[in-house]
Structure formats: structure tokens, C-alpha cells
Nanobody, 124 residues
Framework: QVQLVESGGGLVQAGGSLRLSCAAS????????MGWFRQAPGKEREFVVA????????SYGDFVQGRFAISRDNAKNTVYLQMNSLKPEDTAIYYC?????????????????WGQGTQVTVSS
């Protein structure tokens, strides 16, 4: 079992930046590939970015276009999402997720554990 807690969301103006954190507890963090997803009102959950257990490989959603970056610190049991050049369409609840596999996954059905989400609101 893994428990995930996101933090760092908030209100930011368009063009600004936010850094989300996801703290994990429970089973050894390094066993898991990690991902971030988001869900806007009335829309389906959308893949944002994922990272392998050893940080060697990453996958990004098409909309990211170099604006977001994922990283992890296995010693701190934490994964981060750095978001730059934010746009109003990035407004959503952002979820951290853990997949019981070493390589990153892009499908939300591949993930076994989820955090409660953190709200990100980008004003125009």
C-alpha cells in the first residue's frame, strides 16, 4: 500500500509557475513509477507526465510542449511537477499516482494508487 498526498496547488496568473509536490508513504517509494494526471470540470482525466522509478525515462502529454517537468527524489519519497508558462486551460485538479511497475505509464488505468488531488487555477 502507498499513500499519496499532493501539495503546492493554488491560484496563479497566466504565464506564471507552480511547483506541485507529492509525498508518498507506505511501501518503498522507489518500487513505483509515478505520474501526474489532471481533471478539469466536465472533462475526463488527462495524462500530464510520468517518470520511471530511477528517473531515467519520462513521458509527457502532448499539450505539455516543454512547459512542465517531472522529477523525483527517492530519498525523500517525493515526486515533483514543475509547471511553467501556465495557461488558463491548465486549470484543473492535479492528481499524483503510483504504478506498481518500474517503467512509466501513460494510461490512468495502469496506476494503482492515487492522491486526493490539488487544485490549480490559472487566471487570464
Amino acid at each position: 500500500q502507498v499513500q499519496l498526498v499532493e501539495s503546492g496547488g493554488g491560484l496563479v496568473q497566466a504565464g506564471g509557475s507552480l511547483r506541485l509536490s507529492c509525498a508518498a508513504s507506505g511501501r518503498t517509494f522507489s518500487y513505483y513509477a509515478m505520474g501526474w494526471f489532471r481533471q478539469a470540470p466536465g472533462k475526463e482525466r488527462e495524462f500530464v507526465v510520468a517518470i520511471s522509478w530511477d528517473s531515467v525515462t519520462r513521458s509527457y502529454g502532448d499539450f505539455v510542449q516543454g512547459r512542465f517537468a517531472i522529477s523525483r527524489d527517492n530519498a525523500k519519497n517525493t515526486v515533483y511537477l514543475q509547471m511553467n508558462s501556465l495557461k488558463p486551460e491548465d486549470t484543473a485538479i492535479y492528481y499524483c499516482a503510483a504504478a506498481d511497475t518500474r517503467t512509466q505509464r501513460v494510461r490512468y488505468t495502469s496506476y494503482d494508487y492515487w492522491g486526493q488531488g490539488t487544485q490549480v487555477t490559472v487566471s487570464s
